[in-house]
Each structure stands twice: as structure tokens, then as C-alpha cells.
């Protein structure tokens, strides 16, 4: 299923066509394409260069144990539909800066950063994406052993896309189904003072 944004300006493929689905298709991931994702997400800009992300990677057609490890450290509602991706990956930041051990303050820009780029790679070869909040962070920690210094995150389900009539539940599903919306420019554009729409665009 594709559902390209409707964009008022020329914006690369991987942009215009990057969604986040829930249905995805029991088809493994390659190992090339893979290592492309986390290529591109190494290649992120980040402050001092420092790279605070790390990711725990799950593959359930490699590791079925490991995988099951993943998916119960989302929230049950993310399990639900998470189930069916054939890769999760568990994201974990670096609070503070390798230099000199003061706390690194865009640790979480920089993560977001390298996710984006994750997300973008994939789109471009024709897998999709979708990144969760619904995370059990204590969990995550405890099972990872994920040590003081560093603080979970997120989520990212990965794969081929896939059919959102096999999706459960029926949100789901009217969700898959929905059109995509943005805001518009004025909204988050400004000049001049916070809140007042910016004229240099449109």
C-alpha cells in the first residue's frame, strides 16, 4: 500500500513516499539492506560529532528469541500489530557528552536525527517503517542491560509493507486506510516573533 504525501513543494522520493504503516508482510529483510539502514543512520550529523544513538537490533526470521526479547518491551497495544514486522529496533541515546561528561542536551535531536535517516533509507528501498513512543523503557533497561549514562527510547518496526486488512484490530486498520495530513506553513514557519506566519514561503 502506498500513500505518497500530497506535498506543496519538490521534495526527494524518500520523503514523499515514507509513511508509517502497521501492516507489514512476513518477508524478511536482507542483510544488505539492513546494514544500508544503519549506514545511513550512522552517517546522521550530530553535536561534537559525539553520535549518542544506539540501537538493539531484533530480526525474527534470524533470532526468533531475540526478537520475542524486542516485541515484549513495547506496550501491549504495540505488540498487538508490532508482531508482524520482521525487524524491531529498540533506540537508546547517550545523556551526556564523551568530552568532558557534561550532559549532551540535543542527545535526543541527535537521535532523532539518525532515526530519520534510518526511516528515509528505507523508504528509498521499498521497506517501510514505524517508530513507536509505546515503549517499556524500565524494561528495555532491564532486559539489555542498558547501563546508567544511557537512556532508552524508542521504537522502529521494519519491513516490507503489507496488507491492512490483516491488521486486528479495526483502529488499526482505519488508520492504515486514512489520508495523510500535515500542518500548514503558517503554523510552524514563522518571522519575526513566535507565532506570526512567515511570508517567505508560498
Same mark, same amino acid.
Given at each position: &500500500?502506498?500513500?505518497?504525501?500530497?506535498?506543496? =513543494?519538490?521534495?526527494?522520493?524518500?520523503?514523499?513516499?515514507?509513511?508509517?504503516? /502497521?501492516? =507489514?508482510?512476513? *518477508?524478511?529483510?536482507?542483510?544488505?539492506?539492513?546494514?544500508?539502514?544503519?549506514?545511513?543512520?550512522?552517517?546522521?550529523?550530530? %553535536?561534537?560529532?559525539?553520535?549518542?544513538? /544506539?540501537?538493539?537490533?531484533?530480526?525474527?526470521?534470524?533470532?526468533?528469541?531475540?526478537?520475542?526479547?524486542?516485541? @515484549?518491551?513495547? #506496550?501491549?497495544? @504495540?505488540?498487538?500489530?508490532?508482531?508482524?514486522?520482521?525487524?524491531?529496533? $529498540?533506540?537508546?541515546?547517550?545523556?551526556?557528552?564523551?568530552? @568532558?561528561? @557534561?550532559?549532551?542536551? #540535543?542527545?535526543?535531536?541527535?537521535? !532523532?536525527?539518525? %532515526?530519520?535517516? $534510518?526511516? $528515509?533509507?528505507?523508504?528509498?528501498?521499498?521497506?517501510?517503517?514505524?517508530? &513507536?513512543? +509505546?515503549?517499556?523503557?524500565?524494561?528495555?533497561?532491564?532486559?539489555?542491560?542498558?547501563?546508567?549514562?544511557?537512556?532508552?527510547?524508542?521504537?522502529?518496526? #521494519? !519491513?516490507?509493507?503489507?496488507?491492512?486488512? *490483516? $491488521?486486528?484490530?479495526?483502529?488499526?486498520?482505519?488508520?492504515?486506510?486514512?489520508?495523510?495530513?500535515?500542518?500548514?506553513?503558517?503554523? =510552524?514557519?514563522?518571522? !519575526?516573533?513566535?507565532?506570526?506566519?512567515?511570508?517567505?514561503? +508560498?
Amino acid at each position: &500500500m502506498k500513500k505518497p504525501a500530497n506535498t506543496e =513543494f519538490p521534495v526527494i522520493d524518500a520523503i514523499r513516499d515514507r509513511w508509517s504503516p /502497521r501492516a =507489514f508482510a512476513d *518477508t524478511p529483510v536482507e542483510r544488505e539492506k539492513l546494514g544500508s539502514l544503519f549506514d545511513a543512520a550512522r552517517w546522521a550529523a550530530s %553535536a561534537f560529532n559525539e553520535q549518542p544513538w /544506539r540501537f538493539i537490533l531484533a530480526s525474527k526470521h534470524d533470532d526468533s528469541a531475540e526478537y520475542d526479547k524486542a516485541l @515484549n518491551c513495547l #506496550v501491549e497495544a @504495540n505488540q498487538a500489530w508490532a508482531k508482524a514486522a520482521p525487524v524491531l529496533v $529498540l533506540t537508546v541515546c547517550s545523556t551526556s557528552f564523551k568530552k @568532558n561528561g @557534561n550532559d549532551n542536551r #540535543v542527545a535526543l535531536h541527535d537521535l !532523532g536525527q539518525a %532515526a530519520a535517516h $534510518l526511516t $528515509l533509507q528505507a523508504a528509498a528501498l521499498g521497506l517501510a517503517t514505524h517508530q &513507536m513512543a +509505546g515503549v517499556d523503557l524500565d524494561k528495555v533497561r532491564e532486559t539489555y542491560n542498558v547501563p546508567d549514562g544511557f537512556a532508552p527510547q524508542t521504537a522502529i518496526a #521494519v !519491513g516490507y509493507p503489507g496488507d491492512a486488512d *490483516t $491488521l486486528e484490530q479495526d483502529w488499526a486498520r482505519d488508520a492504515e486506510k486514512a489520508p495523510r495530513e500535515r500542518l500548514p506553513f503558517g503554523d =510552524f514557519v514563522f518571522t !519575526g516573533t513566535f507565532g506570526k506566519a512567515s511570508g517567505l514561503i +508560498g
